[in-house]
């Protein structure tokens, strides 16, 4: 399941929502991405998308995780819109009949996620407001995933 939203929303009621009635799987791995504000100044995070290509793209890593990884389900919830420090940005969650599959397929989306997923994020600090840059550490994250597939 994939969610794009402006909304606010509870990473533990999701969790609980993903995983109920499940007895066909033995790993249930999530992550919770949030707005983070490490020199005090950020005032505001804006996150821009266009929607249907978002939506597009993130459907087709969901895909390949589900195959790569035999995954039972996957959930990505992405928000959009003005988010301040603090505020839940993005789940990942992902459910496998065993833990390492559940893991690496929850990684592999979130190194997705943070370099080549459609959208555009801007600080608006105290003092500036700045559009944020791709990071060299992302992209390299990502490359580990396009070598050679897991056994």
């Known amino acids: 399941m994939l969610r794009v ?35 005090k100044t950020l005032k505001t995070m804006e996150i821009e998308h266009y929607p249907g290509m978002t939506e597009r793209a993130i459907s087709k890593i969901m895909d390949e995780a589900r ?4 995954l039972a389900d996957v959930l990505v919830i992405h928000r959009h819109g003005a988010l301040q420090p603090g505020e839940v940005i993005m789940m990942v969650a992902t459910a496998s009949a065993h833990r390492a599959a559940a893991f690496e397929a929850a990684d592999f989306l979130m190194d997705y996620l943070k370099s080549r997923a459609p959208f555009w994020k801007k600080e608006i600090g105290a003092n500036e407001t700045a559009w944020v840059a791709a990071k060299d550490e992302d992209e390299a994250a990502l490359d580990r995933w396009t070598s050679s597939p897991p056994d």
């Open 5 to 39: 939203q402006s909304d606010s929303f509870d990473p533990g009621k999701e969790l609980s929502a993903f995983a109920k009635g499940r007895h066909d799987i033995g790993a249930i791995v999530s992550f919770t991405g949030v707005v983070r504000d490490t020199d």
């Open 67 to 70: 195959t790569r990884w035999n």
